[in-house]
């Protein structure tokens, strides 16, 4: 199977940027997400991007895919306490979702 | 209302007595999965199904069955629970076609306690 690795905690302060990251290990993974998860909730997609591309925008969301080194990388910009959540990463290989443990976002007013 | 649908949402049961959690999506996806949400692991997948009748193990099967009989509807049935079973149990659809994201809409979660 594919192993997905993510830091388990990260600290921001309000207005800064954020960026959580991820490694993943079969080079073959063609999608590949990040989910956001509030307390009490299931995974809600906040973004993807596709083995084919680099980098992916999407308003204060940037996600940079480094192919070489299988790693993954999703950049919150102006950070806001409505981020603070668990934040996953998560590839789609042969039929199968793998998640990475999860990182969870504290966001300091 | 586009979701996905399970229950139930909370439950505690006891070692060996047998309990299915039901889940049902409204959205005709063809795919439609189970996971298991531990502390420090992550989602690990238990069982994934790519249409009607089709099913297939995920990462970790062992102690878990599921069943395809209608595309809305994919059942986890746990048939003698034991108390590494306890976790929180997540479904999730998705249409993976040519052309879709593969983007997966889950349930609410469905947290389970074996005593």
């Known amino acids: 199977g594919e192993d997905v690795e993510q830091s388990l905690f990260l600290s921001v302060r309000e207005g800064d940027s954020s960026v959580i990251n991820c490694t993943y290990t079969d080079s073959s993974s063609t999608y590949l997400y990040w989910y956001k998860q509030e307390p009490g909730a299931g995974l809600q997609l906040l973004t993807y991007?596709?083995?084919?591309?680099d980098m992916k925008q999407d308003q204060r969301l940037t996600v940079l895919l480094n192919k070489k080194d299988k790693h993954l990388s999703l950049r919150i910009a102006d950070t806001q306490t409505g981020d603070s959540a668990i934040y996953f990463c998560?590839?789609?290989?042969?039929?199968?979702?793998?998640f990475g443990s999860g990182t969870k976002l504290n966001v300091k007013p | 209302e586009a979701q996905v649908t399970q229950n139930p949402r909370y439950l505690i049961t006891v070692t060996g007595k047998k309990l299915t959690v039901t889940c049902s999506q409204n959205m005709n996806h063809e795919y439609m999965s189970w996971y298991r949400q531990d502390p420090g692991l992550g989602l690990r997948q238990i069982y994934y199904?790519?249409?009607?009748?089709?099913?297939d193990k995920g990462d970790v099967p062992e102690g878990y069955k599921v069943s395809r009989k209608e595309k809305r509807n994919f059942p986890l049935i746990l048939e003698s629970p034991s108390p590494n079973q306890t976790s929180l149990y997540f479904c999730?659809?998705?249409?993976?076609?040519?052309?879709?994201?593969?983007?997966?809409?889950f349930g609410e979660g469905s947290r389970l306690t074996v005593l």
């Open positions: 998560a590839v789609y290989n042969f039929n199968k979702f793998y």
């Open positions: 991007i596709f083995s084919n591309m």
């Open positions: 199904s790519m249409n009607v009748e089709v099913t």
């Open positions: 999730a659809s998705s249409s993976i076609s040519s052309g879709n994201t593969g983007e997966l809409f």
